[in-house]
């Protein structure tokens, strides 16, 4: 009878050791990766809802499925003591130990002793529903380009007005119309003027005296000569050009007219002067500019402004598909903006050797600021709340931290980091917002919500 009694014992403890045995091996039937880490199902990246106890084809997208695996690596966990776990669908959820939330089913994630206040989990399937996409911050030279409307103006510097420095009448006039381009002393045209005959007078009177005189006394002779150099000064102020002077004491006859010459190249802008119109020193004959250099009048935005400075280099576009660019710099910078366009007016200087650069034609200016060398990241992956700018740091092993910086400057799709990242690290360039929000779900009610992460914003230097 004991004997049966002990056989029957010994049989339960065998049933028992096959059983846990058993399922201890029905519990080691976890795929595995090359790295040792077990698969626990595949999903299908477009759709997530979408699990598979092996891996394959998803037969909805036709998406090659991806692993969810029982734990995340340990390579880029914080080694830190676990404070308590949390629930990340229900961040005031907590538990003293690991395991499963009762009232989600979710499983726990631990909050390590010293982790960033910043720090939360985002698992592959989230990763793909989302569309995260990371990117390393790196150190590179920007090239600033500032783009602004503008117009081609004459060039100040290089207009010229023409007047007649004695009163008279005008007999003939060469440069007859507006448009007309005029190289620098060709006739423009010929004045009558009595008061300019009486000085030539004057001139052969005083000639003729000195002539007279060369064997008066010292003192006379002087006179004779002083005379003379007084009628040459008033014809020099009156425009009469020593080849004239000389001529008229040559043949001994006055000229009857005198002509005026253009005193620079350019193109004549206005005419008032018509035969037979009697002039005065206050009348304007003509107003020529020369064109071969020309001003570019920029409208620059209120907030490039601080980018530009005098002596800057630019490239003007002339509109409506003129062809070529020119190349211009920057020469003056009003000191005020225009209360109406709230645009600072820039003037930039241009070489315009073929004339294609016409006055109050439209153009676009294109400034350029080289910048030195600084770290810089894509201009998407900076959230701007308002307060701070916010990036999001891939720590691996699907954790993700919420960071603050400090930006600089733009230059077109790449902007400037001065502080809260190093080079190299890897920040979410895609689906920032995203990500935003479920930082704050995640941190929100554990007290260390994007208030909290965002304190110390500046501790990555």
Not at 118 to 138: D, H
């Amino acid at each position: 009878m004991t004997g049966r009694i002990l056989l029957l014992v010994v049989a339960l403890v065998a049933g028992f050791s096959a059983g846990y045995l058993f399922q201890g091996k029905r519990g080691a039937t976890y795929q595995t990766d090359a790295r040792g880490r077990k698969i626990l199902y595949w999903v299908d990246p477009m759709h997530p809802a979408y699990k598979s106890d092996r891996p394959g084809i998803a037969p909805d997208c036709g998406m090659k499925l991806e692993p969810v695996y029982a734990e995340p690596e340990q390579t880029a966990k914080p080694k830190a003591r676990v404070l308590y776990w949390r629930d990340p669908q229900q961040p005031d959820y907590r538990s003293d130990k690991p395991g499963l939330n009762p009232e989600t089913g979710n499983e726990l994630e631990p909050v390590y002793e010293g982790q960033p206040p910043g720090l939360f989990s985002l698992p592959a399937e989230k990763r793909q529903l989302i569309g995260v996409r990371y990117e390393e911050a790196r150190v590179q030279a920007l090239v600033q380009r500032i783009r602004a409307p503008a117009r081609v103006a004459y060039d100040e510097t290089r207009l010229v007005t023409v007047h007649a420095r004695i009163s008279g009448w005008i007999r003939n006039v060469y440069a007859d119309f507006v448009g007309r381009h005029v190289p620098r002393g060709e006739p423009l045209l010929t004045v009558y003027s009595p008061e300019l005959l009486a000085t030539q007078q004057e001139l052969l009177l005083a000639a003729r005296a000195r002539r007279l005189l060369e064997a008066a006394p010292d003192a006379v002779r002087e006179h004779s000569e002083r005379l003379l150099e007084a009628a040459r000064q008033r014809l020099r102020r009156w425009e009469v050009s020593e080849q004239q002077i000389e001529q008229v004491l040559r043949s001994g006859q006055p000229l009857s007219e005198i002509t005026l010459y253009a005193p620079a190249d350019g193109f004549v802008l206005r005419r008032n002067a018509y035969a037979g119109m009697r002039v005065v020193p206050e009348t304007e004959l003509y107003a020529l500019a020369d064109l071969r250099r020309v001003w570019i009048l920029a409208e620059v935005f209120e907030a490039d402004a601080p980018l530009v400075h005098a002596g800057q280099s630019a490239v003007v576009r002339p509109a409506y598909g003129a062809s070529g660019v020119f190349a211009a710099r920057v020469s003056y910078i009003q000191p005020e903006l225009d209360p109406v366009t709230r645009t600072l007016r820039v003037r930039l200087e241009a070489d315009n050797p073929d004339l294609r650069l016409k006055p109050e034609m439209f153009a676009e200016v294109e400034l350029v600021r080289q910048l030195p060398p600084q770290l810089t990241v894509p201009a998407d992956a900076v959230l701007d709340t308002g307060e701070r700018q916010v990036v999001f740091v891939d720590r691996g092993d699907g954790h993700v931290e919420r960071r603050v910086v400090e930006i600089g400057e733009r230059a077109e799709d790449r902007i400037v980091i001065r502080r809260g990242l190093r080079p190299g690290e890897r920040i979410a360039v895609s689906g920032v917002f995203l990500l935003d929000s479920e930082s704050q779900l995640k941190l929100g009610a554990s007290g260390q919500g994007p208030s909290a992460a965002d304190h110390g914003a500046h501790r990555h230097d």
